[in-house]
């Protein structure tokens, strides 16, 4: 088996916190190879492969769900931490759990639940994931939820308050998160059509990019060229953090993991690149984001989750009972947000369309 040193900023296994109920070392997994395999085993990890990253179904087959974005980062984040000589399993345990708490439908879906609990707390997506890993989740006979290790705990409030700085494996993830979706999201829009290639290489982000892949070969169709400059996006925007973190951490010297909580973010790109991804995102927001059949599709998903919303506020009892200890100790409105957070794009659909007066529901027996 391959091995790769770690270096001295990285953390190590055996200084983690542990968990909030102790549990004896595994004989042959890491405490966050067992944090990894307790995410994908759980439900709500599942779900993600029918939840909307940007794009649904009547936009095609093309597009990213939530569950493959979320395997682009695991894929770019491990490639970061291994070069910078990180904690590896750390990361991919992190990356996994990055989008677990996102409800149907996207950040239309959340911006949705969100105002519905205005008085009640808000609904916010990283928040959900510490609910979902923390108490949400029945799947051990010890514990509520995952009892996952506290680093990963810790690197998933960061995300929801950005109070202090992470380690620098969670800087790793987040870092990957962005350059996963700055490409991505470009790449789904060209193949729906949302977007010509001709609009994105006029982006500073592109322009590089482009003319390596001119340079590389003289003409290519408009698709190819297209999947050329996405590959070489990627690239680009890894190799920049790197050089950029790397230098970084050369200056600073640091002598182990604890040293970097002290210090400002580390692993983030060059100045030149970060204008140029917050042009891009600018771009992406508008172009994108905000075009006529993303935001009519927008429109509908909202109005699926309020009619969700208003029948089960009403109709608590129609509740499957594994939201009844939300129910008991929070109120309705939380354990209707918790249900439909839950729900898929497809089964909150279906639901928001079936007859008000039926009592069932499409996840009461899923588990
Ligand atoms: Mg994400």
């Known amino acids: 088996m391959e091995r790769f040193p770690l270096a001295d900023f990285a953390f190590r296994d055996e200084d983690t916190a542990g968990r909030r109920y102790p549990e004896t070392a595994h004989p042959y997994r890491g405490p966050f190879q067992r944090d990894r395999d307790r995410i994908i085993h759980c439900a709500a990890f599942r779900r ?65 639940l969100d105002s519905l609990l205005k008085n009640d707390g808000g609904f916010d997506h990283n928040a959900q994931a510490l609910r979902i890993v923390e108490k949400l989740e029945r799947r051990y006979i010890d514990f509520p939820g ?31 998160d962005s350059i996963a979706y700055d490409t991505h999201d470009v790449d789904d829009a060209l193949e729906i059509g949302l977007l010509k290639t001709a609009q994105m290489v006029e982006t500073p982000l592109w322009k590089n990019a482009a003319r390596n892949v001119r340079r590389r070969w003289s003409s290519l169709d408009e698709d190819d060229f297209h999947r050329a400059v996405v590959h070489d996006l990627i690239d680009i925007q890894i190799s920049d953090v790197l050089q950029a973190t790397q230098s970084r951490l050369r200056a600073l010297n640091l002598k182990n993991a604890a040293e970097a909580l002290e210090t400002e973010i580390l692993v983030a790109p060059s100045q030149e690149i970060s204008e140029q991804k917050s042009d891009a995102e600018k771009f992406l927001l508008e172009k994108v984001y905000r075009h006529p059949k993303v ?35 929070e109120g309705v409105r939380r354990a209707v947000a918790d249900y439909l957070a839950d729900m898929t794009d497809r089964s909150a659909r279906m639901e928001s369309l079936r007859n008000k007066k039926s009592p069932r529901s499409p996840l009461e027996n899923v588990e």
């Open 146 to 176: 995952l009892n996952l290790s506290r680093e990963l705990l810790d690197g998933q409030t960061f995300k929801t308050h950005k109070n202090r700085t992470p380690l620098l494996e969670i800087q790793v993830v987040d870092m990957a």
């Open 295 to 329: 935001m009519s599709l927008r429109g509908r998903t909202a109005e699926w989750v309020e009619t969700l919303f208003d029948r089960f506020v009403l109709q608590p009892e129609k509740l499957p009972k594994r939201y009844d200890t939300v129910l008991k100790q």
């Open 48 to 112: 993600l492969s029918e939840k909307m990253q940007v794009f649904t179904a009547e936009f095609g087959n093309y597009h990213r769900t939530r569950l493959t974005h979320t395997m682009e980062v695991v894929g770019v984040a491990r490639t970061l931490g291994r070069a910078l000589g990180l904690n590896e399993d750390l990361i991919e345990a992190a990356a996994l759990l990055h989008d677990i708490g996102h409800p149907p439908f996207g950040h239309s879906g959340e911006a949705v």
